[in-house]
Structures are given as C-alpha cells and as structure tokens.
C-alpha cells in the first residue's frame, strides 16, 4: 500500500494565484514526520518545509505553508502569491517512526505556473 | 548549489560499460543516501550509509555496487546495466538517517 500519496499529477495555474497541492499519507505510528520538496528542472530536491506529528501549529516558512489536518492524514501544501519560478515538480514525504527511520516519497506533483 | 555536488551530471554508457557516479558533501552530514528516479515512478531508494557503514540495500541488483570510502564521499559503480536502467540518479545526505535530506542536482543515466 502507498505510504504517501499524491493525486495531482499535473497543476496549471496563473501567476500571483494560490496554490494547494494534496498530501495524503498512511501511518499507524504516532511519532511521524512530514516533508515537501521542490525539484525543478535542474533536477535538485530542495527542501521546502517540514511538520512533526506532534506540532500544534501549522508549519509556515515565507510563502509556503502546510496545512496539517492529523485526522485526515492530510498534509497540503499551500504556496500564496506564486511565482514563475515556482514552476516544477513537488515531492511530499514522510517519516515515520523514531530518527533512524528513511524517508517515503509520494509521486509528486508537476505544477505549471502561467504568465 | 545545495551542499551536495554530483558528478557528472549527465551520463550515456553502453549496456557493457563500466562507470562510476560520484557524490560528495562537505556539510559535516553522517548519512548518505543514493535514489533512482525513473518517469512517473517515486523516488526510489537504493542505498543508505550511516557513518560510513551500508546499513540499507532495498533490494538493488548487483549490477549497482555503492562505494563510501569516508563519511564525505558515496559512490556508485554501474556494470552492465539495462536499458531500463535509464533515470535521474540522487544523492542525498543528512545529518543523521531521518533528518532531512539536502539532495544534489543528480545524474542523468542514459543506457543504450
């Protein structure tokens, strides 16, 4: 079974609009942590923002936010404001258990930024 | 340039050549981490090193041989490789196994 999926495989949106890519994840362990990742056409993966299992607040780092809803193992990204640049692929991934644990990733999401 | 430099970035090698992939951090991480990411598939994890040591093969075939001479440096010795070898290859490293992964640019494999 899929521990992290993603089902955008593709987004287009305009410019300067918000945008929410979807996260799901499967996990019976408590203790978890949750990632995204941006890789652009360069082919690096940058690291974006992360949410622990047991934060209270919703993760925020600039533009990008996650929204965390626990009970419905929904970690959403969302990006205000997007830009031209932030056209590439997104990659949610997770964490489970303790640190020694190796991180799973979704699918990830192809976005499109219009002018 | 993220902390993590690959080598090269690009790659086309025959179904009998031999070559090796290289990465290298300098970012004082104790984990490393190469992935294969083929078209429309997850990131795929092959191997884990912490301190040096393999502490993860997920079932890779024989044909991929990792290398870790020191906490700094990973390779990955390709032989014989198929066709469907063909992806965008990842190093990752990271402070400890779980933190989170600073990735290199990768090398894109091409076998023919």
């Known amino acids: 079974a899929q521990k992290i999926t993603q089902t955008q495989p593709g987004m287009f949106v305009q410019e300067k609009e918000a945008v929410t890519l979807d996260c799901t994840y499967d996990?019976?362990?408590?203790?978890?942590?949750l990632f995204w990742y941006k890789q652009p056409s360069s082919g690096e993966m940058i690291f974006l923002i992360y949410q622990g299992s047991y934060d209270q607040q919703n993760a925020t780092e600039g533009r990008y936010s996650l929204n965390f809803q626990k009970a419905r193992k929904s970690a959403n990204l969302v990006i205000s404001a997007s830009q031209l640049g932030d056209s590439a692929m997104y990659f949610c991934a997770m964490r489970e258990g303790n640190r020694d644990d190796k991180i799973i990733f979704g699918k990830g999401t192809r976005l499109h930024i219009l002018p | 340039e993220t902390g993590v430099t690959q080598t090269p970035r690009h790659l086309v090698m025959g179904m009998t050549n031999k070559k090796s992939l290289k990465c290298e951090q300098h970012?004082?991480?104790?984990?490393m981490y190469w992935y294969k990411q083929s078209a429309k598939k997850p990131l795929e994890l092959m191997f884990v090193y912490n301190f040096k040591e393999q502490t993860e093969n997920n079932s890779v075939p024989s044909r991929f041989s990792p290398e870790c001479p020191n906490s700094s440096h990973l390779f990955l010795h390709l032989h014989t490789l198929q066709p469907e070898d063909s992806a965008l290859y990842l190093c990752a490293s990271s402070q400890e196994i779980g933190d989170g992964y600073t990735f290199g640019s990768g090398t894109r494999l091409t076998v023919v």
């Open positions: 996990t019976s362990d408590p203790s978890y942590g």
């Open positions: 970012l004082g991480h104790n984990a």
